[in-house]
């Protein structure tokens, strides 16, 4: 199993995973323990959503073993079931599962656990139809490959509010229900609203794309067929003038039954296809979705430690006055039948002990704490998690191929690193990588093209950017991020030099720390997991970066390759098309492309491959550290007038001292000095050193601003004073 498949368990059972059984379609006949397991790869993995107390005698799952149950799981969400008829749940699932394109799997929490007997209770009064006749079904596990939906990665999962403490009445029944998912409660659709979705579909023959299509084609004709089951001969007529008259038309829709989802099978197929903005003109959104006629309680947490409340949109803490008139009446009352305000029933029945922000975890991470040393186990804490993973985009990895290119004339030998960082932050955005990807190149050479599909792919929520001098501020709140994108890295004078741009950024590149502290204006400073990828660009080959030999924290990809090299070999619009693609379905494809890249092997916490670019910036560097360090020791020193080379050497840091003491760089320290403005101040005596009462015969360094006699004074006032010492120091005192 990987990370996320262990994530997905921990948040139905807690972190014992004793008694929890999974396997692959290799071997479904033969559980295994999760807590040890060992799952095939290229196979389905799926999971059991009962605590055993054990296998029977030939070492099968059996519901008399359940020891208790904890999840509900609804399937085929999408297909057969519209996500609107969710709404008089009152919560969202704790889980939501893509288990095929348009297909999910719902799961919701319950609680510490229910008894088999009391979880055949609530299946029952559960209005759909679904697999599952006991609590022990298999169902399908994040991480695992759906081969009966072409080699499908089950991966995508949407984290919802938590358990299903309750299960109201439900607002309509299996028998009474009307035979199509998409409606729900709400009256069936007119033949005008079917038309009109139609009309914002593209007929599949239209532009020469029938044949790749046709499947898709049947499809729709299905849901046709479901939507419109009470006016057949409506749905006929729609069907057969949408399909342009098709040869075999008759012959097809005699053969296909009705899709049992109906109206919301089409929805999803038109949004799908069409677009959304495309297609929602031709659906009452409202009739779909239960309308939100107001904030309500349901927007909030309460956060113990504060006695404030979490604004979930936001993240903000709201005090309680502003949170009552919000959601105004709760219509709740307690023992006494005296009213509660929103804030007291927040209290009771929705509070939180802290707040942060941990990808890859439910909504709500119970019995544990977040500290310096990451998540920890601690009864009865409750996390509210506000990361939201990325919405759902649509796209096919192998028509990717303008991007791949681009990025291939720009960094060949850098492609595949490259592309698997960025595959890194969609796939596992929870795992810490422990380099930075560096990004340079001549301006306008095409770098953020590079990176824009990651925006999508990680979710814009997720991406922040800074520049430079951003770092050095008291907020912080970029870095709570999959990706932290730092433009226009260069030299920017004293206040962020070189060398301090890397020591700053140690602590964010890798980890540990395990937790980085935010600070947001206005936010109380809070906790989060230090999972953040930085990436950097640049248009300095070697003023933008200090690299020290020992770095093990950057991936330094650069490219000569020029904007005007590209238009000249490429054509003049080539910018032009790649970036209309993009804002198409192109950045869509990208992420698929990403999202379908093996990343076995790929170490994120692996030092990075040392590039030519990565020598050559650390080449410069080893002299650059030089200037940096003598120029802070001299500071340190007060910037005198005269200083001798014992002088420097104590106020100088390690490194600074062994680059000195080096004779290799007996004629370059000279050369070093005078770039900060100083220069060796000749004597009249032996070799042009100074002289000093305990036989020693020193060299110093004095300001080039100064007059030769001014610097001749101040070197004999240096000396009278080294030498007061001297005679102090043999007296005794």
Request: net charge neutral; hydrophobic share 40%; proline share 7%.
């Amino acid at each position: 199993m990987n990370e996320a498949s262990r994530a997905f368990l921990r948040a139905y059972f807690g972190d014992d995973l004793s008694g929890v059984y999974v396997c692959d379609s290799n071997s479904m006949n033969r559980p295994r323990l999760a807590a040890t397991a060992t799952l095939d790869p290229q196979a389905g993995w799926y999971w059991c959503p009962a605590r055993l107390s054990g296998l029977n005698a030939r070492g099968q799952r059996v519901a008399e073993k359940a020891v208790s149950v904890h999840a509900l799981v609804i399937d085929d969400v999408g297909r057969k079931v519209h996500p609107a008829e969710f709404a008089w749940l009152a919560t969202p699932p704790l889980t939501l599962l893509e288990t095929s394109e348009g297909n999910a799997q719902a799961g919701y929490r319950l609680g510490d656990g229910v008894t088999p007997a009391e979880w055949t209770a609530l299946r029952a009064r559960v209005p759909w139809e679904v697999d599952g006749t006991d609590c022990v079904h298999w169902w399908r596990l994040p991480g695992g490959i759906n081969q009966k939906r072409g080699g499908f990665v089950v991966g995508s999962v949407i984290w919802g509010e938590g358990d299903l403490g309750w299960l109201p009445e439900t607002p309509f029944s299996k028998a009474a229900r009307a035979p199509r998912s998409g409606g729900g409660p709400q009256a069936a659709p007119s033949v005008a609203a079917v038309k009109a979705v139609l009309e914002a579909l593209k007929n599949p023959w239209e532009g020469g794309e029938g044949e790749g299509l046709r499947g898709w084609w049947i499809e729709v004709l299905h849901a046709i067929k479901g939507a419109l089951l009470e006016w057949p001969e409506d749905a006929f007529e729609l069907a057969l003038a949408w399909s342009k008259d098709e040869p075999g038309f008759e012959r097809v829709w005699e053969s296909i039954e009705p899709h049992s989802a109906g109206w919301g099978a089409l929805e999803i197929l038109a949004k799908d296809k069409a677009g959304p903005d495309l297609a929602a003109a031709a659906f009452d959104d409202d009739a779909t979705q239960p309308e939100k006629e107001r904030t309500t309680i349901y927007d909030f947490y309460a956060h113990n430690p504060t006695g404030k409340f979490v604004y979930m949109p936001t993240g903000d803490l709201w005090p309680a006055s502003n949170v009552n008139s919000r959601c105004g009446p709760t219509g709740i009352s307690d023992a006494k039948g005296k009213p509660l305000p929103a804030s007291e029933v927040l209290k009771r029945q929705r509070s939180v002990d802290q707040v942060s922000w941990l990808p890859g975890r439910p909504k709500l991470v119970k019995d544990a704490v977040l500290t310096k040393a990451g998540i920890e186990a601690e009864k009865d804490n409750v996390i509210l998690n506000l990361y939201r993973p990325p919405a759902k985009c649509s796209g096919v990895a192998q028509h990717a191929l303008p991007w791949r290119r681009h990025l291939e004339m720009l960094y060949p030998e850098d492609a595949e690193w490259i592309s698997k960082w960025m595959a890194h932050c969609i796939q596992r955005p929870w795992e810490k990588k422990n380099h930075a990807l560096v990004l340079g190149g001549p301006s306008g050479a095409g770098k953020d093209t590079i990176l824009a599909p990651l925006i999508l792919g990680v979710g814009g929520q997720n991406w922040q950017e800074a520049t430079p001098t951003a770092l050095l501020g008291r907020f912080n709140s970029f870095l709570q991020s999959v990706v932290l994108r730092i433009s226009e890295v260069h030299n920017l004078g004293e206040n962020m030099t070189r060398r301090k741009l890397y020591e700053h950024l140690k602590p964010i590149l890798a980890a540990p720390p395990a937790t980085l502290q935010i600070d947001t204006k206005g936010v109380e400073v809070r906790s989060i997991l230090n999972v953040v990828g930085v990436v950097m660009t640049t248009n300095y080959r070697h003023e933008g970066f200090y690299l020290p030999e020992e770095d093990r924290r950057h991936y330094m990809a650069w490219t000569d390759v020029t904007e005007r090299q590209v238009r000249q070999d490429k054509g003049p619009d080539y910018y032009a098309r790649l970036h209309q693609w993009m804002d198409g379905d192109g950045a869509g494809h990208v992420v698929a492309f990403l999202r379908s890249i093996d990343l076995k092997g790929w170490d994120a916490k692996a030092p990075p491959p040392k590039t030519r670019w990565w020598h050559s910036v650390v080449g410069v560097s080893t002299q650059d550290v030089n200037d940096e360090a003598l120029e802070d020791a001299i500071a340190a020193m007060g910037s005198p007038s005269v200083f001798s080379k014992d002088q420097l050497m104590a106020a100088a840091e390690p490194g600074l001292q062994t680059w000195i003491d080096d004779p290799k760089n007996t004629r370059a320290f000279p050369a070093r000095l005078d770039g900060q403005g100083y220069e060796r101040i000749l004597s009249g005596g032996s070799k042009g050193r100074w002289y000093l009462k305990d036989t020693r015969n020193v060299s110093l360094y004095g300001k080039k601003s100064l007059s030769t006699s001014d610097q001749v004074n101040a070197c004999e006032a240096w000396v009278v004073k080294k030498n007061e010492e001297i005679e102090k120091s043999k007296k005794g005192f």
